[in-house]
């Protein structure tokens, strides 16, 4: 039996480990990723592992997220960034200069070489055959000083996609389909593999939309081949000296293969509050709508804003409804501004927002009380808006610009003809905003501002664990239920005592002083807890307050290895139904932990003393992580292997 594409990237990849499903690999890290969000934090976890410059071929520094700059926190931190990026190797892409995962598409992806970036998305470079994966900021940080990347051997799981899109059906339709088959905790423990003959139909631009949207199916990347569309787009980006061709064995073997035929797919969207709540547009024609947002990294590449451009022409945005755009990028901001494109949309009504994540995050345009949002984005969960009561659906760049117009939910097909959309063959190439390192890394003093606070470092684990459940939660909780983001919540970042003020904020706004009061505990939850980004915060802000574990009926993948990380024990309850007999306030005992763990058994007990039972729990760590739970959390696993040398540099 040949070998599935994944496979033979990983392999060329694997320091240590059996590619088995499920068994520990370590991988070599070849290019990393950080945005501002989450890179300020692991460029002082990065700082304090001691080492003078990064490891990797490439590793770019993105400010993308938090541009708003209503204090002076924002700016403070993106001249940190700068001043990191210069000292230690790393590419620095200003504010302005894009999206990270679009312009890593641009300007940097590789196929068949592996990207490890501290964004949940960071899958989208996928989308040129690279094996790019998510993880928490201590994760890159590691991989920046030259360690490998851990992780379970994913099962590989085949999208085979046959046929061709019909005219208004795009790429976002496809992802959608595949969220609605496999629902959003469908891709945990896997890698997506697209093949089939219906991949020679999507241009790059296209899969990187699919491979984007996989980080909301849990998988731990997505990865299409690599062929002749793939060198048009790297030829047409001036790159085509990184192009290779990639592709998987035609008798290669998969643990799960999934058919969908173009030819058949319709327009589709997905409804509040979850990406996989999938519906046909024309299913839901009745919705009025009162805001309409187009960009994110999901759906604003030089394409997509084409399709709107050529939708929006001579027409008006509808007199309900607001329609906001942000360019994925410069390149494909100043393309659409030197064509036209950008009056036509300028000329409907639309309201042009600068090149960053902006709503997707929350940073601005909260849509009304109870207002009905449409977005090209790829997350929709309660709250994220900025709106706690609003409703916000998913969709592609073509519906949502019919819709802004109608101001209703409207199916594209309405408009009869599609749009016909020329690919460049030179994208316009532009590199201004991407600083290189300073060639005299010695000279460069870092700044810090006063909003940097020393970076929290757990105590080893004790003996025994015991403490008050301080919270119970449902199914499918993400990682902004547990620390928000927006434009009140983001500037802290790289301030844990105060961002930690908000942890399950739209929750139970009581947590934290709770937590405290109680001098820590456990939280417990249902299935998938902490889908979503890959915010470090959600597990160090929790940290901070003094949580000692998180007992659940399963995991997102990112978020349990960002709490072993942090020196959170995650455990996963080996009786599902056991969650029913828990209650808040019960009192739990984890009697004699450190032998039990160290005793390698997976299957440890929770005494809960208020209900007088015992209840079993797994935890599946491996070796590796059980030293790091003892040890109180990665980077005091690193000082012990070191000799010493981790410290916590950030004073102020
Ligand atoms: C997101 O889409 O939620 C983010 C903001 O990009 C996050 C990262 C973060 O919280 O900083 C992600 O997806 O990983
Ligand atoms: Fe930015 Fe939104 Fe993409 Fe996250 S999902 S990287 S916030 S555009």
């Known amino acids: 039996m040949g070998l599935n594409l994944t496979k033979k990237i990983l392999q060329e990849h694997l320091i240590s480990g059996e590619m088995t499903p499920g068994k520990e690999i370590a991988i070599r890290i070849d290019q990393t990723l950080t945005q501002d969000a989450t890179g300020t934090m692991a460029y ?8 003078p410059k990064v490891r990797t071929k490439l590793s770019v520094s993105y400010i993308d997220h938090n541009t708003l700059q209503t204090g002076f926190e924002n700016a403070d931190d993106h001249r940190f960034l700068q001043t990191m990026a210069a000292k230690y190797g790393v590419y620095f892409s200003r504010p302005g200069n894009g999206i990270c995962h679009q312009v890593h598409l641009e300007r940097f992806a590789v196929p068949g070489l592996t990207l490890l970036g ?34 379970r051997m994913p099962r590989v799981a085949l999208v085979k ?40 139909t999507l241009s790059a631009p296209e899969r990187a939309t699919i491979t984007n949207m996989g980080a909301e199916l849990g998988a731990t990347t997505s990865v299409f081949p690599s062929d002749e569309n793939t060198r048009s787009y790297l030829q047409a980006e001036g790159r085509e000296n990184a192009w290779t061709p990639l592709a998987a064995d035609p008798d290669a073997e998969y643990d799960e293969v999934v058919e969908i035929d173009l030819d058949k797919l319709e327009p589709l969207i997905a409804q509040p509050h979850s990406p996989d709540n999938v519906a046909r547009v ?17 759906n604003s590449s030089y394409r997509d804003l084409m399709a709107v451009a050529g939708i929006l022409r001579g027409r008006s945005v509808h007199p309900d409804t607001s329609l906001v755009i942000s360019p994925g990028s410069k390149q494909v901001l100043e393309m659409v501004a030197r064509n036209g494109a950008l009056v036509d949309m300028i000329a409907a009504g639309a309201r042009i927002l600068e090149s960053t994540c902006g709503p997707c995050i929350g940073m601005g345009q909260a849509p009304r009380s109870e207002g009905v949002s449409v977005r090209t984005f790829n997350r929709n969960f309660p709250g994220r808006s900025g709106t706690a009561n609003a409703k916000v659906y998913l969709s592609s760049p073509e519906v949502a610009a019919v819709t802004a117009i109608y101001g209703k939910i409207t199916d594209p097909r309405v408009l009869g003809d599609p749009i016909a959309i020329e690919l460049p063959h030179e994208y316009l190439i532009d590199d201004k905003l ?17 909003n940097i606070k020393p970076l929290p470092i757990n105590e080893p684990m004790p003996d025994s664990l015991s403490g008050k459940v301080l919270l119970k939660v449902g199914d499918n909780i993400t990682t902004d239920h547990i620390m928000p983001a927006g434009a009140k919540v983001l500037p ?13 904020e739209g929750v139970d706004a009581t947590f934290p002083s709770r937590a405290k009061a109680a001098g820590g505990g456990f ?18 802000a ?84 059980v030293e790091i739970m003892l040890a109180g959390g990665m980077l005091n696993y690193i000082k012990l292997k070191s000799g010493g040398r981790v410290e916590s540099r950030a004073e102020v």
């Open 434 to 450: 991407i600083v290189p390192p300073s060639p005299e890394p010695e000279n460069v003093d870092i700044y810090r501002g006063p």
């Open 44 to 51: 002082l976890q990065f700082e304090a592992m001691g080492v």
């Open 161 to 200: 996609l046959t046929g061709r899109l019909q005219p208004w059906v795009t790429a976002k339709d496809i992802i959608l389909e595949v969220l609605r088959i496999l629902t959003v905790k469908g891709g945990v423990g896997k890698i997506i593999e697209y093949g089939g003959d219906g991949t020679a």
């Open 492 to 504: 802290l970042r790289s301030n844990i005592p105060a961002i930690s003020e908000h942890v399950f």
């Open 542 to 625: 929790p940290m901070y307050l003094g949580v000692k574990g998180v007992v659940v009926k399963s995991f997102a993948r990112i978020h349990r290895e960002n709490l072993i990380n942090f020196g959170i024990l995650p455990l996963t309850l080996v009786n599902p139904d056991d969650y029913e007999e828990i209650d808040q306030n019960d009192e739990f005992q984890m009697p004699d932990l450190r032998n039990v763990l160290m005793s390698r058994q997976p299957v440890l007990k929770i005494v809960d003393k208020t209900k007088g039972v015992e209840i079993e729990a797994r935890h599946d760590l491996t070796e590796r992580q």
């Open 523 to 540: 939280v417990v939850g249902g299935e998938n807890y902490g889908q979503g980004s890959s915010r470090e915060h959600a597990a160090l």
């Open 118 to 151: 501290s964004d949940s998305h960071t899958p989208t470079a996928g989308g040129v055959g690279m094996i790019a994966i998510g993880a928490g900021g201590l994760d890159v940080a590691a991989a920046m000083a030259g360690q490998p990347f851990y992780t």
């Open 282 to 298: 024309k299913d839901l024609e009745d919705v009025n709508v009162d805001q309409v947002a187009i960009g994110s990294c999901t």
